[in-house]
């Protein structure tokens, strides 16, 4: 009989019960024929082997429950799912996914996003099938295959934390992990990091970076209110009036910090003339002639002289005078300079009587500037001054005549190798070259770099001969006093106010009141410092004033005025005396007289330019040098003490007169 053909509509075919079903499963596996199994077989068809493994799980831990164990084609029916899983190698490996490790190891260090694996695959039988087994084994009760998993791809750390509750001492991984090898630190990944500390990582370099600004700016504001306290306005400071210029910017900076020579040699200087013969065994001193021949021979780079005029030879009074030698001398010496390189700048009061010698050293290739100080301030140039090299320096009362060498008694005080001293020196003399300019006027501020290097408030602290010494430079008038500078006024009336014991003044003019206003008015301010010092204080004071035929009768009424205070019931120590130098046979013009100008107390001794007047210090140039030496011993022999002994001699000499004798001194 021929069978029936399957019907096509697999929908309409009775359905095969279960169990006639795994009969057939059987009836077939009886019938196939037996072939030789290859190796791949054993791969894809595990069924054997796990009934292998059930045989050997019945024998060593006693029978199943049926109830509890699946039946076989159950089991078939779910190993034959899973099978589909485990496909060859090469598929089966590229479905598996790495799970994350939500413990991860401390001392592991952080894992990188794919780890460096090398996959094997197990192709022995017996390994694979143990690569199935997930069931947990117990000690005490009868175990039984519960389920088969496919391994997952766990790592070496994750299998170990989970043996705690599911041992794999018995299982071998089918995939083999070769020994993690120590990272480098150059290796690691990038840190992720979150938005906190993103912004927290942002703040700090703001942090950073403002904090960088903040300080650079600030250094650069301190810089800049320093070069403006120093050297003036701003504008002055960066675009300069011809001293300050931006070439000379770093100088700003440094020229400050160079330490100045401050071991001095002071020499003290007169000019005496021939008519006066003092006795041998009174005080000599060099004579204004050597000290300026010094400083000539001294010069390397620059001469800086500020005068009242230049007549240094007797031209300018159409005679021939056999003392007018050494003024030619200095006067051939100053011509010289230029030949030497040595530049030589004069600054010279204007108009003069005679401007000979100072065209003619122009032509010869000196830097002359005429100041019209009358125009700026209504008073003259009345200052002596020389600065050499910026080393030496000489302040005293002698102009730039040859009578001031010879026919002339003048004093002056030559310091060498006083670089302190001869720097701020040379600020009042730039004042009056930048005033000789055309066109010129006086600043409402005066720039920085021309500022006062020494004061009564700080005196630079030297030595003078080895001894050591406070000393400023003081100016007048005060328009011309640059930041920090002493007016020559206020230096004067402090020595007063100093003095203890007693004070020695010896001038050429001694008139408190103003000489050249239109309108006369008095001027009592030095001369009530003078009163109070001896009536309050009870220091001596002592006025040795010069007298000769250009004397103004009105300074003798003032000088009996305090010469008055002596009397009973006051009893005032104020005494003055007249100073004459004897003419001889010789007619010369302003010559034969008494020109000092300096002051000494027991503490303080002041060599000037000025005569003590109202004019000299409100509206005429001048300078002055003040020398502290107070606590120095008796044994050494000062500044001070030279003065003293200088006033001495001329007090005590014969060229003194009584001052109710001033007649026979002046002109009628």
Same mark, same amino acid.
């Given at each position: 009989?021929?069978?029936?053909?399957?019907?096509?509509?697999?929908?309409?075919?009775?359905?095969?019960?279960?169990?006639?079903?795994?009969?057939?499963?059987?009836?077939?596996?009886?019938?196939?024929?037996?072939?030789?199994?290859?190796?791949?077989?054993?791969?894809?068809?595990?069924?054997?082997?796990?009934?292998?493994?059930?045989?050997?799980?019945?024998?060593?831990?006693?029978?199943?429950?049926?109830?509890?164990?699946?039946?076989?084609?159950?089991?078939?029916?779910?190993?034959?799912?899973?099978?589909?899983?485990?496909?060859?190698?090469?598929?089966?490996?590229?479905?598996?996914?790495?799970?994350?490790?939500?413990?991860?190891?401390?001392?592991?260090?952080?894992?990188?996003?794919?780890?460096?694996?090398?996959?094997?695959?197990?192709?022995?039988?017996?390994?694979?099938?143990?690569?199935?087994?997930?069931?947990?084994?117990?000690?005490?009760?009868?175990?039984?295959?519960?389920?088969?998993?496919?391994?997952?791809?766990?790592?070496?750390?994750?299998?170990?934390?989970?043996?705690?509750?599911?041992?794999?001492?018995?299982?071998?991984?089918?995939?083999?992990?070769?020994?993690?090898?120590?990272?480098? %630190?150059?290796?690691?990944?990038?840190?992720?990091?979150?938005?906190?500390?993103?912004?927290?990582?942002?703040?700090?370099?703001?942090?950073?970076?403002?904090?960088?600004?903040?300080?650079?700016?600030?250094?650069?504001?301190?810089?800049?209110?320093?070069?403006?306290?120093?050297?003036?306005?701003?504008?002055?400071?960066?675009?300069?009036?011809?001293?300050?210029?931006?070439?000379?910017?770093?100088?700003?900076?440094?020229?400050?910090?160079?330490?100045?020579?401050?071991?001095?040699?002071?020499?003290?200087?007169?000019?005496?003339?021939?008519?006066?013969?003092?006795?041998?065994?009174?005080?000599?001193?060099?004579?204004?002639?050597?000290?300026?021949?010094?400083?000539?021979?001294?010069?390397?780079?620059?001469?800086?002289?500020?005068?009242?005029?230049?007549?240094?030879?007797?031209?300018?009074?159409?005679?021939?005078?056999?003392?007018?030698?050494?003024?030619?001398?200095?006067?051939?010496?100053?011509?010289?300079?230029?030949?030497?390189?040595?530049?030589?700048?004069?600054?010279?009061?204007?108009?003069?009587?005679?401007?000979?010698?100072?065209?003619?050293?122009?032509?010869?290739?000196?830097? !002359?500037?005429?100041?019209?100080?009358?125009?700026?301030?209504?008073?003259?140039?009345?200052?002596?001054?020389?600065?050499?090299?910026?080393?030496?320096?000489?302040?005293?009362?002698?102009?730039?005549?040859?009578?001031?060498?010879?026919?002339?008694?003048?004093?002056?005080?030559?310091?060498?190798?006083?670089?302190?001293?001869?720097?701020?020196?040379?600020?009042?003399?730039?004042?009056?070259?930048?005033?000789?300019?055309?066109?010129?006027?006086?600043?409402?501020?005066?720039?920085?770099?021309?500022?006062?290097?020494?004061?009564?408030?700080?005196?630079?602290?030297?030595?003078?001969?080895?001894?050591?010494?406070?000393?400023?430079?003081?100016?007048?008038?005060?328009?011309?006093?640059?930041?920090?500078?002493?007016?020559?006024?206020?230096?004067?009336?402090? %020595?007063?106010?100093?003095?203890?014991?007693?004070?020695?003044?010896?001038?050429?003019?001694?008139?408190?009141?103003?000489?050249?206003?239109?309108?006369?008015?008095?001027?009592?301010?030095?001369?009530?410092?003078?009163?109070?010092?001896?009536?309050?204080?009870?220091?001596?004071?002592?006025?040795?004033?010069?007298?000769?035929?250009?004397?103004?009768?009105?300074?003798?009424?003032?000088?009996?005025?305090?010469? !008055?205070?002596?009397?009973?019931?006051?009893?005032?120590?104020?005494?003055?005396?007249?100073?004459?130098?004897?003419?001889?046979?010789?007619?010369?013009?302003?010559?034969?007289?008494?020109?000092?100008?300096?002051?000494?107390?027991?503490?303080?001794?002041?060599?000037?330019?000025?005569?003590?007047?109202?004019?000299?210090?409100?509206?005429?140039?001048?300078?002055?040098?003040?020398?502290?030496?107070?606590?120095?011993?008796?044994?050494?022999?000062?500044?001070?003490?030279?003065?003293?002994?200088?006033?001495?001699?001329?007090?005590?000499?014969?060229?003194?007169?009584?001052?109710?004798?001033?007649?026979?001194?002046?002109?009628?």
């Amino acid at each position: 009989m021929r069978k029936k053909s399957p019907p096509k509509n697999p929908a309409s075919v009775t359905p095969i019960r279960r169990s006639t079903r795994l009969q057939q499963v059987k009836t077939a596996e009886t019938n196939e024929p037996r072939y030789p199994r290859s190796r791949a077989d054993d791969i894809l068809q595990p069924r054997e082997s796990i009934k292998a493994y059930k045989k050997q799980v019945d024998l060593t831990k006693g029978r199943v429950d049926p109830q509890e164990s699946p039946s076989e084609p159950e089991a078939q029916l779910d190993l034959g799912q899973r099978a589909e899983k485990v496909l060859p190698s090469f598929v089966r490996l590229r479905r598996l996914e790495l799970k994350e490790d939500p413990c991860p190891h401390p001392e592991r260090g952080k894992e990188l996003d794919t780890p460096d694996i090398q996959w094997e695959v197990e192709k022995d039988q017996e390994s694979r099938l143990q690569g199935f087994d997930t069931s947990e084994p117990q000690s005490d009760k009868v175990g039984h295959l519960e389920e088969i998993t496919t391994p997952s791809l766990r790592r070496p750390f994750e299998t170990r934390r989970e043996s705690r509750q599911e041992p794999w001492a018995e299982i071998t991984p089918r995939i083999k992990v070769p020994p993690m090898k120590k990272m480098e %630190t150059t290796k690691l990944p990038t840190k992720v990091l979150s938005a906190k500390e993103v912004r927290q990582k942002f703040f700090q370099r703001t942090y950073y970076w403002s904090s960088l600004f903040f300080l650079l700016f600030f250094l650069f504001l301190s810089l800049t209110c320093w070069l403006v306290w120093r050297h003036g306005v701003l504008t002055t400071v960066m675009f300069g009036n011809g001293s300050l210029m931006w070439k000379r910017f770093p100088t700003l900076l440094w020229k400050e910090a160079e330490e100045c020579s401050a071991q001095c040699r002071l020499v003290l200087l007169e000019s005496i003339p021939d008519t006066l013969r003092y006795p041998s065994s009174s005080p000599r001193n060099p004579t204004t002639y050597d000290g300026w021949m010094d400083l000539l021979a001294e010069a390397n780079s620059v001469v800086e002289i500020g005068a009242f005029y230049f007549t240094l030879r007797d031209s300018d009074l159409q005679i021939e005078d056999s003392s007018s030698k050494q003024g030619l001398e200095v006067f051939n010496m100053l011509r010289s300079l230029p030949s030497r390189g040595v530049k030589l700048k004069i600054a010279v009061n204007s108009p003069q009587s005679s401007q000979e010698d100072t065209d003619e050293l122009a032509r010869d290739g000196a830097d !002359v500037r005429y100041v019209n100080m009358k125009e700026l301030t209504g008073g003259i140039v009345h200052t002596k001054l020389w600065v050499v090299d910026q080393k030496h320096l000489y302040i005293g009362s002698a102009n730039m005549d040859w009578r001031s060498l010879t026919q002339v008694k003048e004093l002056g005080i030559a310091l060498y190798n006083c670089s302190c001293l001869a720097q701020d020196l040379h600020r009042i003399f730039a004042m009056y070259r930048i005033l000789g300019k055309e066109g010129a006027s006086l600043p409402t501020t005066w720039p920085r770099d021309l500022a006062a290097k020494s004061s009564l408030e700080e005196p630079r602290k030297i030595q003078l001969n080895g001894v050591d010494a406070q000393v400023y430079i003081s100016s007048s008038p005060l328009a011309l006093c640059s930041t920090g500078r002493t007016s020559d006024l206020t230096a004067i009336l402090s %020595t007063i106010q100093d003095a203890q014991t007693f004070i020695y003044i010896s001038v050429m003019d001694y008139v408190p009141q103003c000489l050249y206003c239109k309108s006369k008015r008095l001027w009592p301010v030095i001369d009530d410092a003078l009163r109070s010092a001896a009536c309050d204080n009870g220091v001596t004071v002592r006025l040795l004033i010069s007298c000769w035929k250009h004397s103004r009768q009105t300074m003798f009424v003032f000088l009996e005025s305090l010469a !008055v205070l002596r009397r009973r019931p006051l009893q005032c120590p104020i005494e003055v005396k007249l100073f004459v130098v004897p003419t001889g046979e010789r007619k010369i013009p302003y010559a034969h007289v008494n020109h000092n100008k300096y002051m000494v107390t027991d503490r303080v001794a002041y060599v000037g330019t000025s005569n003590w007047s109202e004019d000299y210090f409100l509206n005429t140039a001048g300078v002055a040098l003040i020398v502290n030496q107070s606590d120095v011993g008796p044994e050494k022999y000062t500044l001070r003490q030279q003065l003293v002994d200088v006033f001495l001699r001329d007090w005590e000499s014969e060229y003194t007169l009584p001052l109710e004798k001033h007649s026979e001194c002046v002109e009628k």
